[in-house]
């Protein structure tokens, strides 16, 4: 059964560094979602992209985060520079389009910001 | 906008008795459910979605859930509970031309020996 890579699964560091997430869709699957779930809330939407175009990121810092999908295949979220709020599972999930989709989730990488 | 409740924090059940998990939504148009399941430090697995057409849907690991459009709910269900389903489940609604989904906050399901 195909699924959505997300590496690494754990990522510890210090407010002000750099860290960078990384996600592989399901082959085929030309919509990726990226989402950020604090600890004891729901998913939240960080940004969108259909093929390799933002489609919403509208909830995406854009002062600290960054994301890209150059050849509409996997993905790349930044946070430069990380702050102890930034602690929290960062999600990845993928549909085959938009249109009412299934998307399906990645195991999530989990930052920690000492 | 768009949101979703999930009026418990958590649902405690006994092994072998059906369970609830309720949610409710807001949204302008029709809208499309969901619900995941998500166990510790792993990403969510879908379970389920309401499109259109029949009210009940089933899904996967005996789930299933009622749409009621007059009461705006979306409760997932399950006639018989197991230990191996205790874990987190999320709500999910969404609606426009992006497929964006807003999230509930989410219920812990405890079943219990």
């Known amino acids: 059964e195909a699924e959505v890579a997300q590496s690494p699964r754990y990522k510890i560091t210090e407010k002000s560094q750099a860290v960078a997430f990384w996600c592989d869709p399901i082959?085929?699957?030309?919509?990726l979602y990226w989402y950020r779930q604090i600890l004891g809330q729901g998913p939240e939407l960080l940004v969108q992209f259909q093929d390799e175009s933002v489609v919403d990121d509208s909830q995406l810092p854009k002062d600290r985060f960054s994301a890209e999908r150059l050849k509409g295949v996997d993905s790349t979220l930044k946070i430069q520079p990380a702050e102890l709020g930034d602690s929290a599972m960062y999600l990845c999930?993928?549909?085959?389009?938009?249109?009412?989709?299934?998307?399906?989730f990645g195991p999530g990488t989990r930052l920690l910001v000492l | 906008a768009q949101s979703v409740a999930q009026p418990e924090d958590q649902v405690n059940v006994a092994e072998g008795n059906p369970l609830t998990v309720k949610c409710t939504y807001s949204v302008s148009g029709n809208p499309y459910l969901f619900w995941y399941v998500q166990y510790p430090n792993r990403g969510l697995q879908f379970l389920l979605k309401y499109i259109t057409g029949d009210n009940l849907v089933k899904g996967s690991y005996g789930f299933e859930a009622e749409f009621n459009k007059s009461q705006t709910s979306f409760h997932l269900k399950k006639p018989t509970a197991l230990v191996s389903d205790s874990a987190l489940y999320f709500c999910?609604?969404?609606?426009?031309?992006?497929?964006?989904?807003?999230f509930g906050a989410g219920t812990r399901l405890a079943v219990h020996p």
């Open positions: 999930a993928s549909s085959q389009d938009t249109y009412q989709e299934t998307q399906y």
């Open positions: 999910a609604v969404g609606a426009g031309g992006y497929n964006k989904l807003i």
């Open positions: 082959s085929g699957h030309a919509t």
